[in-house]
Antibody
Framework: QLQLQESGPGLVKPSETLSLTCLVS??????????WGWIRQPPGKGLEWIGS???????YYNPSLGSRVTISVDTSKNQLHLTVYSVTAADTAVYFC???????????WGQGTLVIVSS | DIQMTQSPSSLSASVGDRITVTCRSS??????LAWYQQKPGKVPKLLVS???SLHSGVPSKFSGSGSGTDFILTISNLQPEDFATYYC?????????FGGGTKVEI
């Protein structure tokens, strides 16, 4: 059974870098026609797609985050990584990783990890 | 970017009701639309892909329809466990975008 588990620091200072890891178990991160993505949700607000990686090397990012975001894959560990640079309070959110098969929505999702940006 | 607009943003309903949630895209997205259910403090759960295909394990009380720019999620025989926030999401083109959500309350 496919499971995703996010991990990372729960508190990041403004202007610093947020780094999260998503451990994928039960499926290969090389799976055919599969995208691995990050989505976030500020407290009390809606969902925002951050970016996705396809085939371990093709990245898609939300322009709203500009060049502050990098998504990478560690194929040896079957992990997905998210890096957000120069964070501000607006980056405070629950961060989810999720799988999306081509022609389908995101499923499953990790349980999410809350990241608070505060000094 | 494709904007996804959901209406209403919230609605009140009773157990046993049939409700509809509407999602409109700013551009033609064919049927590349998904619906999710999210309960407070929980992970979003995929209900529908391809605008009308129920995800595995989702009860048939949920149904999706539409294509192009106008989509509907219908929930029949509303039960207490259906009170949640529902989101639509387009995956026709990048950036992927979500609707603002529809909160279904008792």
């Amino acid at each position: 059974q496919l499971q995703l588990q996010e991990s990372g620091p729960g508190l990041v200072k403004p202007s610093e870098t947020l780094s999260l890891t998503c451990l994928v178990s039960g499926d290969s991160i090389f799976s055919y026609n599969t995208y691995w993505g990050w989505i976030r949700q500020p407290p009390g607000k809606g969902l925002e797609w951050i970016g996705s990686v396809f085939d371990s090397r093709t990245n898609y990012y939300n322009p709203s985050l500009g060049s502050r975001v990098t998504i990478s894959v560690d194929t040896s560990k079957n992990q997905l990584h998210l890096t957000v640079y120069s964070v501000t309070a607006a980056d405070t959110a629950v961060y989810f990783c999720a799988r999306r098969r081509r022609y389908f929505g995101f499923d499953p999702w990790g349980q999410g990890t809350l990241v608070i940006v505060s000094s | 970017d494709i904007q996804m607009t959901q209406s209403p943003s919230s609605l009140s309903a009773s157990v046993g009701d049939r409700i509809t949630v509407t999602c409109r895209s700013s551009q033609d997205i064919n049927t590349y639309l998904a619906w999710y259910q999210q309960k407070p403090g929980k992970v979003p759960k995929l209900l529908v892909s391809g605008a009308s295909s129920l995800h595995s394990g989702v009860p048939s009380k949920f149904s999706g329809s539409g294509s192009g720019t106008d989509f509907i999620l219908t929930i029949s025989n509303l039960q207490p466990e259906d009170f949640a926030t529902y989101y639509c999401q387009q995956y026709n083109s990048y950036p992927l975008t979500f609707g603002g959500g529809t909160k279904v309350e008792i």
